[in-house]
């Protein structure tokens, strides 16, 4: 299934004429994969402009040093739009390491199907709110209980007395699918209710197979056995790609939608934020990116909406220090808001602490601010738990990397990391690492740029000429230069007057995240 999902998501891409189509019978998809081409593509189709293309390895016969550059570009890309992904490297897929490379690649096809399905694209689910229902928990559901809902209430449009709960058992008869197709595929794919005369499950599944390729569009196509096994992961998937080409909403037009969903917002005051800034949105996508890179049991779709009730930021937390939240003092599923408060409250408290906690600035901030969604409040928050979490990180690697010998093999991104400077080491052998600090991280920046011989120098991470992309280019070539193509920089400085051009100033910096996560970054 998901060869077949590939091959038709990235069909016409001149760069894969030898890669596909990937022939689904066999093993092919783990060959296909091993250079890590197709992976990219596929992380671009999903999340469109993760990846700059201009740093992918792809003319040519590539050497190993070029695919192994080429699976670090995919694998941390998926990592950056959402996919948890640990204990995978670029081995393993080099390998077609088969339960590696295929949980690997069903996160990035449920992210480019799930992506979809909300109320900003489609405001016409607005229908689904149950009675008495406040539009703000419709917004805070997941994508895969928005498709039940959306199944669920076809049923009760077509008169149907079943409902769904999974995407397994409940629907492995076909009965559901056969209901939801009669109602939404378009008249020339002849759907119908025949079907459910039809005792043999394996036949009536191979109808629904046949009326879901006659509508046409359907990305994900399912085959009848795995409909009547109940696979849930492939069910979830085929569901979502029938709602994505038709998801049968006309019972109301977007302009009704637009007015149900004002006058719900109205009654709701939770949802009335006002848009976010610029600033607002670019930090919430990347901080929700990271959340959810850490494998948390909520899958993050709205920073502000999904962190009210601290469950998923102390999660975070007892991530980044396993053991540390004392989950009895957390209401996990919070009815009130005095429960909601109370669960910010011990956030705060654990953010504060510098013995219990992470020591963090939270001056001013209480539980009921990240209860009522303030933004800046949230964002203060998670941006000093990330920004703990990766000096934590390097200083853990400068660790290993003391401790691992002379024989060790590190990353170039690793190798670069242990050759912080020493005040940035441990005290001493076998003691616990050293807090790093933004000034040894600056520090040794200007040191690995000097010694690559650039004159460029930047004087904090405020710093205006980090705008041009130039200084973290000479950064990065000066870990590993064979990452940077010289040939593809935009030549540009910072004037203090006019500033930078910024379309050259663009073009560097996409092109400079995609070449650090080459190397392991």
């Known amino acids: 299934a998901f060869a077949r999902y590939i091959s038709g998501a990235l069909s016409g891409d001149a760069d894969l004429v030898h890669h596909l189509p990937i022939d689904s019978s066999t093993l092919d998809l783990f060959e296909k994969v091993a250079d890590g ?7 671009n189709y999903a999340v469109p402009d993760t990846i700059d293309e201009r740093a992918i390895n792809r003319r040519g016969k590539l050497n190993l040093y070029q695919v192994t550059e080429n699976l670090n570009l995919a694998i941390n890309a998926a990592k950056a739009i959402g996919c948890h992904i640990v204990n995978i490297d670029a081995s393993d897929i080099y390998q077609g390491t088969p339960h590696l490379v295929l949980g690997m690649v069903w996160q990035v096809v449920k992210i480019a199907l799930l992506s979809h399905v909300n109320l900003t694209e489609h405001p016409q689910l607005v229908v689904l709110l149950e009675q008495e229902e406040d ?17 669920n209430w076809h049923l009760e449009q077509a008169g149907r007395a079943e409902r769904v709960n999974n995407f397994g058992k409940d629907v492995s ?3 559901v699918y056969t209901v939801l197709l009669n109602r939404i595929a378009p008249f020339h794919a002849g759907a119908t209710l025949d079907a459910l005369s039809e005792e043999n ?7 629904v197979v046949r009326t879901a390729d006659a509508i046409g569009g359907v990305s994900f196509s399912i085959t009848a056995e795995d409909i009547v096994a109940g696979n849930e992961k492939l069910n979830m998937a085929f569901v979502a790609a029938l709602f994505n080409v038709h998801p049968g909403l006309d019972i109301v037009t977007e302009r009704q939608a637009a007015t149900m969903l004002e006058e719900a917002r109205q009654v709701d005051h939770s949802v009335a934020d006002p848009p976010m800034s610029e600033d607002e949105s670019r930090e919430e996508r990347a901080f929700r990116m990271w959340m959810n890179s850490l494998g948390l049991d909520k899958y993050i779709t709205n920073l502000f909406d999904d962190t009210r009730d601290s469950v998923a930021i102390l999660q975070c937390m007892d ?3 396993p053991g540390l939240v004392h989950w009895g003092r957390v209401s996990s599923r919070p009815r009130t808001v005095y429960e909601t408060a109370e669960n910010g409250n011990y956030t705060v408290e654990l953010g504060k602490s510098p013995t219990e906690g992470f020591g963090l600035s939270l001056v001013g901030i209480q539980g009921k601010d990240l209860a009522d969604g303030n933004r800046k409040y949230i964002l203060a928050v998670i941006w000093q738990l990330m920004r703990f979490h990766i000096l934590n990180f390097i200083s853990l690697t400068i660790s290993g990397a003391g401790g691992a010998g002379a024989s060790a093999v590190l990353s170039p991104a690793g190798a670069a990391v242990a050759s912080m400077p020493a005040s940035a080491r441990m005290a001493s052998p076998g003691a616990a690492p050293k807090a790093i600090t933004e000034d040894d991280v600056l520090a040794w920046a200007n040191k690995a740029v000097g010694n690559a011989g650039s004159k460029r120098k930047i004087e904090s991470f405020r710093d205006r000429t980090l705008k041009t992309g130039m200084f973290l280019l000479d950064l990065v070539a000066s870990v590993e230069p064979r990452s940077v193509d010289k040939s593809l920089v935009q030549e540009v400085e910072y004037d203090l007057i006019h500033g930078a051009d910024d379309e050259k100033c663009q073009l560097n910096a996409k092109y400079v995240i995609s070449c650090a996560r080459k190397l392991g970054c």
Do not use: T
């Open 173 to 175: 008869d076909s009965v």
């Open 37 to 43: 081409i197709v992976l990219c593509k596929f992380v």
């Open 319 to 321: 991530r980044l220090k």
């Open 201 to 207: 499950l394996e036949k009536r599944a191979q109808s």
């Open 135 to 151: 539009l703000s928990k419709l917004m805070k559901l997941p994508p895969e209980r928005v498709l039940l809902r959306w199944l």
